[in-house]
């Protein structure tokens, strides 16, 4: 099974406007708020390299949380 990182569906608001990105990678490095952060997970079975690929979700988030503008 091969991992495409970063894909799902993710919305941020931008300006008073939500703007929906099917990449993780490409949501600017500024915005207002995440609306939606819905990482695709793998359908099973998984290997230790899809777990860890899974378990990085919430870093993922947390990095793009500390993007929005205050």
């Given amino acids: ?6 894909k799902g569906t993710f919305k941020v608001l931008i300006g008073g406007q939500t703007k ?3 990449n993780w990678k ?3 490095p ?3 708020n995440i609306i939606l952060f819905q ?7 998984h290997t230790e ?7 990085s979700f919430n870093d993922v ?3 793009l949380m ?4 205050k």
């Fill in 61 to 63: 988030f947390q990095k």
């Fill in 49 to 55: 390299e899809v777990h860890k690929y899974h378990d």
């Fill in 39 to 45: 990482p695709d997970w793998l359908k099973g079975p």
């Fill in 26 to 28: 490409d949501i600017p």
């Fill in 20 to 22: 929906t990105y099917f």
């Fill in 66 to 69: 500390k993007r929005e503008k």
């Fill in 30 to 32: 500024e915005f207002d």
């Fill in 1 to 6: 099974m091969s991992i495409v990182e970063g």
